[in-house]
C-alpha cells in the first residue's frame, strides 16, 4: 500500500478496453478530456467512481481505469446517490445521455439535482438514441426524421439545462465535445462546486445526427451562434464581438443589440443569478446564440453532508441493541 | 380443494375454566380500536397468556364515519396453550357502531358475548349499516348474549370533571370499552395507564380523562347486570419457556433483526425505500434507529430505492431496500442488475392482495411467483420466508448472511398479515448468535472482479476506495476469467450455468427440512410457506388429536428448497398446501418433484381460519379413503 506518491497521468486513468465507439464519434473527444483532467483533481484513483446508465455514453465506465459501475438505462443518479450515502469520501461521476438522463431517467435525473448529492453528472447531448440506432430523443427538434418519425416528430424538446435548472440544481453549465479547453473548465469548475455538478456537454453523433451542433461547433459560424458566458464579464458574440445580449426590463426577456455604442445595456453574466440564467439556457438559434459556459452556480447544503450530520447526531450515544430489544413492556417467564 | 369451514369446538363462554377466548374490537376507523387492542394485548401478555393478534385496519385513513367500508377492528386471541393464530370464531365482539357489527356478526359463535354503544345505533348510523331496523330493538340478536349500554353516555359522564368539550370527550370511547373488557378477563390496567400518561404527557387532562374513562368502564363491569353465563374469566397462564418476553409485530421484529444482522456482519446497512402500504412501517422504524449500523434513504420511486440500495452495496455497505407488490414488480430489473452484477441486496416484500393496487391492507400470498420467477433472463435469486412476526427477526438475519456470502440479491417474503399482528416474542440473546463477519477483498495482487470462492462460487467484494481495486462491472454478460465485457456465446453459458449453481449451491448450507409437527412418514403431509404457518400449525394439531395420520411441514427456504425435500414428501401418500394464492406454491412442489399435492387456496384478505384447514385435512382423509 505503502506506494511513493507520484503524479498520475492521461495513461493511468486509460483502462485496457477497447474503445468501441463509431469512428469519429464526440464521445472519444470527451474521454481524452476527462482523462487528462483527472490527474489535476486531486483525488485519489480508488476514491473516484463513475455511474452510467444505458446508452453509447454510458459505456464511458469501461474506458475509464477508476472504479466503475455500467447500470441500467436511466438510474445511474439514483445508484450513484446510494454509493455516495453508502462511503461519502467517494469521488462520484454520473455519465449520462439525453434518452438515459432525460427520458428514462427524468425523474432520478430531478431529484438528484434537488436533493444536490455531492456527485457530478455529464450529460452527452446528442439529441438522438444512437445505441439504439437512431430513433428522435427528448431533446430532437420537433421535425427530426427517424426510424420511428420517418413523417419527423412531432413532440417538443426539452432544454437539459433549463429542466437542471427548474429542479433547483445548483450548478449548471453547458458545453461542447470537441472545445477541450472549455469543457476542462466547466467540468472542473462543476468537480469543485459543493453539490451537484450538471454539465450538459453537445456532443456530435456522427451517424445518427451528424452536424446537428455545426452552427456552435464551426468555427466560422460559432461566433455567430455561440456565446461564451463568463462571470462578471459583458455578453458579446459575432466574428468581431459586435454583437451583445441585452435584458430587456420591461418584457423580462434578451434581446441581441449592437455591442458598439450600448455598452451600458450589454447583460454582465452574473452566474449565481437563477432568473438570468434561465434566461440564457433558453437562448438557441437561429435568433439567438447558444450560451456556453458556467451558466449558474449557488452555495447549498448538500445531501450527504446532512445525512451524515443526522448520522453524528443519533450516532452521539451508540445504540446497544440489547437494550433496544428490552424496550417497552418485557416480561420474565420463570 | 374447495374452501369449506368446520365450525371449531368453541362454544364455551359458559365453561367453568375457559382455556382460551377470541375477542375482536370493532368500530370506526376514528375510533381508536388499533390504541384500544394493542393495550390489550399488553395487558394480556402481562398476564402470562400466550396470544397473537390481527388488526385488521381500512385502506381510507378516516372513510366517512358509521361507513361499512371505514371498520377497523383489532382480533385477539389468548390462552393457556400454544397459540398460533388470532383464532377463527369469536366469543365476544365489540361493536362500537351498527357498521362494525353489520361487518363483524357472522364471525361471532352462537352464545358469544356482543358488546355494543347502543348510543351509536342512531337512525343515522343505521341506515349507513343498512339496517331497516334497530337490531337492538328486534329479536335478530337473540342467539348472543347482548350487553348493550349506553357506552357515550356513560363516558360523557365519566370525563366531565376534565371540561374537554364533547367530542374530545367521546374519543374516550375506547378507552372505557377497554376497561369493561379488562374487567371481564381480569387484566391489570396499570400499564395502559402508564402509556396513556406518556402518550399524552404534554396533555394531562386528556390523559386523565382516559384514565378515568378506562376505570369507569372497569367498574360499570363490576356493578353491571350481565347476560346470563357471563363473568370474570381467569384465563390459566400459557405454559412457556423460561426468559424474557415482549409483544412484537412482524415489521419491528424485521427491522431488529436487521440491525441485528448488521452487528453480526459487521458492516453498514443502507435501506432505501419508497413509502407504500403495508411495508411503509419498515421504513419508519428503521428511519428512528440510525444510533445502530442504519442509515435510511426515502428514494424518489421504487425504481430509484432498489438502485440506491444496489449503488450502497457497490460502495460496501450492504443495501436493503423494502416494497409491497407493486413496488416489488418496479424493482425486477434492479434486482437483475444485481445478480448480473453479483452484488449483495436484500429485498423485502411485504405481501398484499393484487393483482395492481389491489387490496392494499389486506394479507396474500400471491407474490410467490414474482418473486421466484419475476426477473427477466435467467435470473436465480435465493428466496426465503417468515413464518410469525417474531420469525421475521430471524429470516432477516439469514437474508443478510445469503446475501454477502454469496454475492446476491435475497428475497425475504413477509406479508400484510405477519406486518401488523403481534405475539409474545422470547427476547434473543444477541452474545449466542453466530456471527458472519464480511470479507472485503483488498490484495491488489493478481486482481480481477471475476475471482471467486470456490466452494460458494460468490465473487469478491472489491468497494471503491481501495487502492489498486479501480474496476469496472456492469450488466452486460462478463467474462468467466476476466471480469470484462464479453459477447462470447460459449462464456455466456458458463456464466448462466455459474449463476445458477451459485444460488443452488445455497441448499447445501442451509438447514435439512424438518417436519415441524408430527411424522416423517404418513398419509399426509400438510405444507405451507409464510404466515400461514399458525393456522396450518393449529389444524394438524387438532387432526392429530383426532388420531389421523397428518404431518405438518413448514418451508422456510423457498428459492433454493431444502436438499431433502422432495424425499421428505415422497414419504407421504398425499400433500396438501394451504396458500393464500390460487395455488404457486402447490404448483411449484408438483413442477419439482412430480409429487400428487393439491392446494387449499383462499383469497380473501383474511388469514386462513384453522377450521377452514381442518375441513380440508378431513376431505383429503376422506378421499384418500376412498380411493385406496
Known amino acids: 500500500m505503502n506506494k511513493p506518491v507520484t503524479k498520475l497521468t492521461l495513461k493511468d486513468y486509460t483502462s485496457d478496453q477497447e474503445v468501441r465507439w463509431c469512428p469519429g464519434c464526440g464521445d472519444y473527444a470527451i474521454l481524452k478530456t476527462i482523462q487528462k483532467l483527472m490527474p489535476e483533481l486531486d483525488q485519489p484513483r480508488e476514491n473516484q467512481v463513475f455511474i452510467s446508465g444505458i446508452g453509447c455514453s454510458s459505456r464511458f465506465p469501461y474506458y475509464m481505469n477508476t472504479f466503475g459501475f455500467h447500470t441500467i438505462h436511466g438510474r445511474a443518479p439514483a445508484i450513484a446517490t446510494g454509493a455516495k450515502l453508502a462511503n461519502p469520501d467517494l469521488d462520484v461521476w454520473v455519465i449520462t445521455g439525453d434518452g438515459d438522463g432525460f427520458s428514462i431517467g427524468g425523474n432520478h435525473m430531478l431529484h438528484v439535482l434537488r436533493r444536490n448529492v455531492d456527485l457530478q453528472i455529464l450529460l452527452f447531448n446528442n439529441e438522438i438514441y444512437g445505441l439504439t440506432k437512431g430513433q428522435y430523443s427528448p431533446t430532437s427538434k420537433i421535425g427530426t426524421r427517424s426510424p420511428s418519425s420517418p413523417e419527423g416528430s412531432l413532440d417538443a424538446p426539452l432544454n437539459p439545462c433549463l429542466v437542471a435548472l427548474g429542479a433547483g440544481a445548483t450548478f449548471v453549465a453547458r458545453s461542447i465535445d470537441t472545445e477541450a479547453k472549455h469543457l476542462t473548465v466547466a467540468v472542473k469548475r462543476a468537480h469543485d462546486h459543493n453539490g451537484t455538478g450538471f454539465v450538459e456537454i453537445l456532443q456530435n453523433c456522427p451517424i445518427y445526427n451528424d452536424g446537428v451542433f455545426e452552427h456552435v461547433k464551426d468555427k466560422k459560424l460559432a461566433a455567430d451562434f455561440r456565446v461564451e458566458v463568463e462571470h462578471r464579464q459583458p455578453i458579446v458574440f459575432g466574428q468581431e464581438g459586435e454583437k451583445a445580449i441585452s435584458l430587456n426590463r420591461e418584457a423580462l426577456q434578451l434581446e441581441v443589440i449592437a455591442s458598439a455604442g450600448n455598452e451600458d445595456r450589454i447583460l454582465i453574466h452574473d452566474e449565481t443569478n437563477k432568473v438570468q440564467a434561465q434566461l440564457l439556457a433558453a437562448m438557441q438559434g437561429p435568433d439567438f446564440p447558444v450560451a456556453v459556459g458556467v451558466l449558474y452556480r449557488e452555495e447549498k447544503a448538500c445531501y450527504v453532508d446532512d445525512t451524515q450530520q443526522q448520522l453524528v447526531k443519533m450516532r452521539s450515544g451508540k445504540g446497544s441493541l440489547e437494550e433496544l430489544l428490552r424496550s417497552g413492556h418485557t416480561w420474565q417467564v420463570k | ?628
Open chain 2, 1 to 628: 380443494m374447495e374452501l369449506a369451514e368446520e365450525n371449531l369446538d368453541e362454544h364455551h363462554l359458559d365453561d367453568k375454566q375457559v382455556l382460551d377466548v377470541v375477542v375482536r374490537f370493532a368500530g370506526d376507523s376514528g375510533d381508536g380500536m388499533q390504541l384500544t387492542g394493542s393495550n390489550f394485548t399488553e395487558a394480556t401478555a402481562l398476564y402470562g397468556n400466550d396470544l397473537s393478534t390481527f388488526p385488521d385496519f381500512p385502506a381510507e385513513i378516516r372513510a366517512p364515519v358509521g361507513a361499512t367500508f371505514g371498520v377497523s377492528a383489532f382480533q385477539i386471541y389468548f390462552g393457556a396453550d400454544d397459540v398460533t393464530t388470532a383464532g377463527d370464531a369469536l366469543d365476544v365482539l365489540v361493536a362500537m357502531n351498527p357498521a362494525a357489527l353489520v361487518t363483524n356478526l357472522k364471525n361471532l359463535v352462537t352464545g358469544g358475548l356482543l358488546i355494543v354503544d347502543r348510543g351509536a345505533f342512531t337512525a343515522k348510523n343505521l341506515a349507513k349499516a343498512k339496517y331497516q331496523s334497530n337490531p337492538l330493538e328486534d329479536d335478530s340478536l337473540a342467539d348472543y348474549r347482548v350487553l348493550d349500554i349506553d357506552i357515550s353516555a356513560q363516558v360523557l359522564a365519566a370525563v366531565e370533571p376534565y371540561n374537554l368539550g364533547h367530542k374530545a370527550a367521546l374519543r374516550c370511547k375506547n378507552m372505557w370499552t377497554l376497561g369493561l373488557v379488562m374487567w371481564l378477563f381480569d387484566r391489570d390496567r396499570n400499564p395502559t395507564i402508564a402509556s396513556l400518561g406518556a402518550k399524552f404527557a404534554k396533555a394531562p387532562e386528556i390523559a386523565e380523562a382516559n384514565i378515568a374513562a378506562l376505570n369507569a368502564g372497569h367498574a360499570y363491569g363490576e356493578t353491571a347486570e350481565l347476560p346470563s353465563g357471563v363473568h370474570v374469566y381467569k384465563i390459566p397462564k400459557a405454559k412457556v419457556a423460561p426468559g424474557a418476553y415482549r409483544n412484537i409485530t412482524g415489521t419491528t421484529a424485521l427491522a431488529w433483526g436487521l440491525i441485528a444482522a448488521s452487528e453480526l456482519a459487521e458492516i453498514d446497512l443502507t435501506f432505501a425505500s419508497y413509502p407504500i402500504t403495508p411495508a411503509s412501517n419498515l421504513l419508519h422504524e428503521l428511519s428512528r434507529r440510525k444510533q445502530f449500523r442504519i442509515n435510511t434513504f426515502q428514494a424518489e420511486d421504487e425504481i430509484a430505492a432498489v438502485c440506491a440500495a444496489m449503488g450502497a452495496s457497490f460502495a460496501g455497505s450492504l443495501g436493503v431496500t423494502s416494497s409491497a407488490g407493486p413496488g416489488i414488480a418496479l424493482k425486477a430489473e434492479g434486482m437483475a442488475l444485481a445478480a448480473a452484477a453479483e452484488l449483495p441486496l436484500v429485498i423485502v416484500n411485504t405481501q398484499r392482495g393484487g393483482p395492481s393496487t389491489g387490496l392494499p391492507t389486506k394479507t396474500e400470498q400471491s407474490d410467490f411467483n414474482m418473486a421466484m420467477f419475476g426477473r427477466h433472463g435467467d435470473t436465480p435469486m435465493p428466496v426465503i420466508a417468515a413464518a410469525t412476526p417474531g420469525d421475521c427477526f430471524d429470516v432477516a438475519i439469514e437474508a443478510v448472511r445469503l446475501a454477502t456470502k454469496y454475492m446476491t440479491p435475497v428475497m425475504l417474503l413477509s406479508d400484510g398479515y405477519l406486518a401488523n399482528a403481534a405475539e409474545p416474542w422470547q427476547i434473543p440473546d444477541i452474545a449466542s448468535l453466530p456471527r458472519f463477519p464480511v470479507q472485503f477483498h483488498c490484495d491488489p495482487e493478481g486482481f480481477r472482479p471475476s475471482l471467486r470462492n470456490p466452494d460458494t462460487l460468490a465473487r469478491v467484494w472489491a468497494k471503491p476506495g481501495t487502492p489498486g481495486l479501480e474496476h469496472r462491472i456492469g450488466g452486460i454478460e462478463r467474462s468467466y476469467e476476466t471480469g470484462d465485457i464479453s459477447y462470447d456465446p460459449d462464456n455466456h453459458q458458463r456464466m448462466t450455468d455459474l449463476r445458477r449453481d451459485k444460488v443452488q449451491g445455497i441448499a447445501k448450507d442451509i438447514p435439512a427440512q424438518e417436519v415441524c409437527l408430527g411424522e416423517t412418514t404418513g398419509k399426509l403431509a400438510v405444507v405451507g410457506w409464510g404466515s400461514t404457518f399458525g393456522a396450518i400449525h393449529q389444524a394438524v394439531k387438532r387432526a392429530r388429536a383426532e388420531g389421523h395420520s397428518v404431518s405438518h411441514i413448514h418451508v422456510r427456504y423457498l428459492s433454493p428448497l431444502p436438499a431433502n425435500l422432495g424425499e421428505l414428501l415422497a414419504n407421504f401418500d398425499f400433500v396438501l398446501v394451504p396458500e393464500m394464492n390460487t395455488g404457486q406454491f402447490v404448483r411449484h412442489l408438483r413442477a419439482e418433484y412430480l409429487i400428487p399435492a393439491e392446494g387449499l387456496n383462499k383469497v380473501a384478505g383474511q388469514p386462513f381460519k384453522i377450521g377452514e384447514i381442518l375441513a380440508a385435512i378431513h376431505e383429503t382423509l376422506r378421499q384418500l379413503e376412498v380411493s385406496a
